[in-house]
């Protein structure tokens, strides 16, 4: 199984390994050299995984600002078929919430692009970096450009005393461990400060307030935890990346936060007066799908209702003079016009009820 994903992700390691190299080149040639140098290559590359992905995460903001504004036509679903348990509500539900989606233009999948895309580069650099061991000591191939005269360089070179490739459990020197730690806590802390304000500023005031949001809270908290267990087995490379990658997301969020809030959020609240402050006009930000049902709904069931109402006294004035000149030619008399009713049979019943219906309704018109 092994094999098979080492196979699977040999394109995209044997790209990650002409990346660092690339920057590497870059660094040195500006006179940055020995562990730095290839330090600051991992941070270019994730630099350029990040800069790669930033269309998905365009869309993946959106999807998510859709995914708001929907949530009440969502629940209205959910309160339509609450408590029906039988396939065929279920399979309504399903079909409506569906529906739902493609009018909005709204694709839940889509706030998790980003991360399962850059999981594969996390994976590939970390291939590398657990190798390169190997590499230098001419048990492991070559993986790109890294041959083994490369990887002895990556590997004699250090930060802080800490080789790239060396783990926290897997390693008995103290400067390994304390960059360890250090590289685990701030990534636990720069998560931290991105899912806060991400939660705190960045959601509307509905959904600060249920079972949800307290799991997400507890989650929060918890990923210290996850960050160190976890964090301990992997490469001071990979810590590295895993930062660098941290940071970026919490820049990109801050500014996404500013500039493109959510909808119903304190940060769209602060983002509408500071643009009615320097007199521009407020936009807030809707889905043109819903806005289509909206309408449509409000104004074609509007229509639909009072042209409903409407069309029935329509008719009987159009009906109405020819009705009366009927009744003059006929006599306009009961009784004449229960013998043509007789007479006539099924046509003139008809026409005996079109009679009806002007006389009723001449009051009204009146």
Request: hydrophobic residues 40%; positive net charge.
């Amino acid at each position: 199984m092994g094999d098979f994903f080492n196979t699977l992700l040999s394109p995209l390691t044997i790209g990650v390994a002409w990346v660092m190299l690339g920057w590497h080149k870059l660094w040195t040639t500006i006179g940055i050299g020995g562990g730095w140098a290839w330090a600051l290559s991992i941070v270019g590359l994730t630099i350029v995984v990040r800069i790669v992905l930033i269309p998905l995460f365009v869309k993946q903001i959106h999807a998510s600002r859709r995914m708001q504004l929907i949530q009440p036509e969502m629940q209205k679903i959910q309160a339509k078929y609450k408590g029906k348990t039988d396939p065929e509500s279920r399979q309504a539900m399903t079909q409506e919430t569906m529906d739902l989606y493609k009018k909005t233009g709204t694709n839940p999948f889509s706030s998790c692009l980003p991360i399962l895309l850059q999981s594969p580069f996390f994976f590939a650099l970390f291939t590398v970096l657990n190798h390169l061991k190997a590499i230098a000591e001419g048990t492991w191939g070559a993986i790109g450009p890294i041959d083994a005269s490369v990887a002895q360089q990556i590997e004699k070179s250090d930060i802080f005393g800490a080789p790239f490739s060396s783990t926290f459990m897997g390693s008995t020197d103290l400067p390994t461990k304390i960059v360890t730690v250090v590289l685990i806590v701030l990534m636990s802390v720069s998560t931290f400060t991105t899912q806060r304000q991400l939660m705190r500023k960045n959601l509307p005031d509905s959904a600060l307030d249920n079972p949800y949001m307290k799991q997400q809270t507890v989650i929060l908290y918890l990923m210290p935890i996850f960050f160190a267990l976890s964090g301990i087995n992997f490469p001071i490379g990979v810590l590295l990346y895993w930062l660098t990658t941290n940071v970026w997301s919490m820049g990109q969020q801050f500014y996404v936060i500013r500039r493109m809030p959510a909808p119903g959020s304190a940060a769209e609240r602060a983002l509408h007066e500071r643009q009615a402050r320097k007199g521009k006009t407020v936009t807030p930000f809707s889905v043109k799908g819903l806005e289509r049902d909206a309408s449509g709904g409000t104004d074609g069931g509007g229509a639909g209702t009072d042209a409903a109402e409407a069309q029935p006294p329509v008719s009987r004035q159009r009906q109405q003079p020819k009705s009366a000149k009927r009744a003059k030619r006929t006599g306009g008399t009961g009784a004449a016009g229960g013998v043509g009713g007789g007479a006539g049979g099924a046509g003139p019943a008809s026409g005996g009820g079109s009679q009806a219906k002007p006389d009723a309704g001449t009051p009204q018109d009146q």
